[in-house]
């Protein structure tokens, strides 16, 4: 399994449309080569479909493959849906894989389930899927319902925490801004990876 971080880069709201064109993409691109994502974090846009960052899992034989033609910076080519005079029509988000931390033990999180809400999921249901993990140490707690399973959102909500873990060692260990946050102040615009255009996100 990897964790595929999408980002906006602290880009104006085009770069955060444009951060959600890219899911759209790597969704069918991961359904075609059988390999299962799924979202674990997302912070939204302003605007209505945007995202500023989300983070995701690839999990199945393919997913390096799938992971590598994503890495790096995105240009997406496209005038401004938001503001119809402004001159630029060039938008840059960045792409960048994680190595999954170590998870901890099930003896160390609290688990609570309840109904999945809100308007966000598609698999928005009625059984008690929904997973609000804790880690009992630090207090740290995730909510995840973006699976159908409770066992599935279990498992998610681990691999969720253990990030945030893994980013709190490295704050206190010195290292202020951890590879992730930096990670969305570094997107290197002009040596586009891959090129879309137009607000069908056509490559």
């Given at each position: 399994?990897?964790?595929?971080?999408?980002?906006?880069?602290?880009?104006?709201?085009?770069?955060?449309?444009?951060?959600?064109?890219?899911?759209?993409?790597?969704?069918?691109?991961?359904?075609?080569?059988?390999?299962?994502?799924?979202?674990?974090?997302?912070?939204?846009?302003?605007?209505?479909?945007?995202?500023?960052?989300?983070?995701?899992?690839?999990?199945?034989?393919?997913?390096?493959?799938?992971?590598?033609?994503?890495?790096?910076?995105?240009?997406?080519?496209?005038?401004?849906?938001?503001?119809?005079?402004?001159?630029?029509?060039n938008w840059f988000i960045g792409v960048?894989?994680?190595?999954?931390?170590?998870?901890?033990?099930?003896?160390?999180?609290?688990?609570?389930?309840?109904?999945?809400?809100?308007?966000?999921?598609?698999?928005?249901?009625?059984?008690?899927?929904?997973?609000?993990?804790?880690?009992?140490?630090?207090?740290?707690?995730?909510?995840?319902?973006?699976?159908?399973?409770?066992?599935?959102?279990?498992?998610?909500?681990?691999?969720?925490?253990?990030?945030?873990?893994?980013?709190?060692?490295?704050?206190?260990?010195?290292?202020?801004?951890?590879?992730?946050?930096?990670?969305?102040?570094?997107?290197?615009?002009?040596?586009?990876?891959?090129?879309?255009?137009?607000?069908?996100?056509?490559?």
């Amino acid at each position: 399994m990897l964790l595929l971080q999408l980002s906006s880069a602290q880009g104006p709201e085009e770069c955060c449309l444009a951060v959600a064109k890219a899911l759209q993409k790597l969704y069918k691109e991961a359904e075609q080569a059988k390999v299962k994502l799924a979202i674990i974090e997302q912070e939204k846009g302003r605007n209505t479909n945007t995202l500023r960052s989300v983070l995701v899992t690839l999990d199945g034989e393919q997913e390096q493959v799938i992971a590598e033609q994503w890495i790096g910076s995105i240009q997406w080519i496209c005038p401004s849906p938001y503001r119809p005079n402004h001159g630029r029509k060039n938008w840059f988000i960045g792409v960048a894989c994680f190595d999954t931390p170590d998870v901890p033990h099930e003896s160390e999180i609290k688990f609570e389930t309840m109904r999945s809400s809100g308007a966000g999921g598609q698999h928005v249901n009625k059984t008690d899927s929904a997973v609000r993990a804790t880690h009992v140490a630090t207090g740290i707690t995730v909510k995840v319902q973006s699976e159908r399973s409770q066992h599935a959102n279990k498992r998610l909500a681990l691999l969720l925490i253990s990030q945030k873990l893994a980013e709190k060692k490295q704050l206190i260990e010195g290292e202020h801004k951890a590879e992730r946050r930096l990670f969305h102040h570094h997107i290197e615009r002009g040596n586009a990876k891959r090129v879309f255009k137009g607000m069908n996100f056509i490559e």
